[in-house]
């Protein structure tokens, strides 16, 4: 089988409802789509989401088309790790960290997607499963909801069967914080998992003070406390705080998370398929986090489902409320894991 054509598409609107975390607005909906062709006839495809700019997922797809695209055409769609490298290796001199690992992790994942399909079975029956559904949270508790909109969400994400909720946190003082931390852990009770999430917005030593009032709080993890690229900040906070630190959302490939997990800068994994690189960048990324004991959490839900069916050490996948008219139910505050042939999630 060979690589024949690959088509790239774009949408880009604004979202209904904006959301906020500490250090952005999330005010729009937009998507780059891949298909990959082959001389047989089976196709894979992969969706790249962005949350705001209008412009990105444009971008993104003169990048796929004009220089990934043409590498990878007349390749075997099974070498996905021998592509990965070339492509890292063409990206190079421009810095493959940013819109060209999108574009490498777009890639990825439609040809994950193509070899599920040619076989006929899910990508992770490809990859090895370990569990046959994974746990799941809500994140639900954006900073432009008042304390009755995050009772509300709350209330909602447990009656759905959730087993915890995540809340956004660095939008104000320390005493909002707690207020509205607070109000949720009344809302969920304290068997709960309740975790925080600051999206970068504090330095060490503001972190290290919040930190300490969530832990108060009965926190599950204290997320992205810090700038991304801080590997030192992150090893003293977390030497410092019982609360475990989740981060890796805003790191860019396997590499990238080697410092992070051996100095001990995090508590819990949390790498994005986008940022990542995709399927196999994840899957890699879990399972040296596995060979330190370090659980991993998705961020976000969809594809990654795959990846934490496969790995020893998956706690939980990201995932917003369940749509009025889901055909997926909660089973015990999991996800049953998909049964489409290639990559799609419980969302697509």
């Known amino acids: ?4 054509n ?31 062709e082959t001389d047989e006839g089976v196709t894979g495809q992969s969706k790249i989401y962005f949350g705001r700019e209008e412009h990105s997922p444009a971008v993104l797809a003169m990048i ?18 021998g592509i990965r ?23 990825d994942q439609a040809l994950w997607d193509l070899q599920g399909k040619a076989l006929g079975v899910p990508v992770w029956r490809l990859l090895g499963a370990q569990r046959s559904a994974i746990p799941t ?20 994400a447990m009656e759905q069967g959730f087993r915890g909720v995540k809340v956004k946190v660095g939008g104000g003082p320390l005493s909002e914080d707690l207020e509205r931390v607070g109000a949720v852990r009344k809302v969920i009770g304290d068997d709960a998992a309740l975790m925080v999430d600051a999206n970068q917005a504090f ?34 906070l977390a030497e410092k705080l019982d609360l475990p630190i989740a981060t890796g959302e805003n790191r860019y490939g396997q590499a990238a998370f080697r410092d992070l997990i051996e100095r ?7 790498p994005d398929l986008r940022r990542a690189g995709g399927v196999t960048d994840c899957f890699e990324i879990g399972l040296l986090a596995a060979g330190f004991n370090i659980p991993y959490a998705s961020h976000g839900g969809g594809a990654h489902i795959h990846v ?41």
């Open 85 to 107: 490298d070339r492509l890292r290796t063409l990206t190079d001199y421009q810095g493959t960290p940013g819109l060209s690992t999108f574009g490498m992790a777009a890639i």
């Open 1 to 4: 089988m060979k690589i024949t």
């Open 137 to 156: 949270y809500a994140m639900v508790g954006w900073l432009e909801l008042d304390i009755a909109g995050l009772e509300r969400v709350s209330a909602k």
């Open 264 to 270: 001990g800068g995090v508590g819990v994994v949390q």
């Open 308 to 348: 934490l069916a496969a790995l020893p050490n998956t706690i939980y996948v990201e995932s917003g409320l369940l749509p009025d008219d889901s055909p997926i139910s909660l089973v015990d505050g999991c996800y049953p894991l998909p049964d489409r042939p290639g990559l799609a999630g419980w969302n697509d």
């Open 203 to 236: 330095d060490y030593a503001e972190a290290l003070r919040r930190g300490r009032a969530y832990e108060q709080l009965g926190c599950r993890w204290f997320e992205e406390p810090l700038p991304a690229a801080d590997t030192a900040g992150h090893v003293r």
């Open 64 to 81: 796929i088309e004009r220089q990934l695209a043409p590498v990878i055409i007349g390749e075997d769609p099974a070498f996905i790790r």
């Open 6 to 36: 690959v088509e790239v598409s774009i949408t880009s609107e604004a979202k209904d409802h904006p959301v906020r975390d500490a250090i952005q607005l999330l005010d729009r909906n937009g998507h780059t789509t891949l298909t990959i």
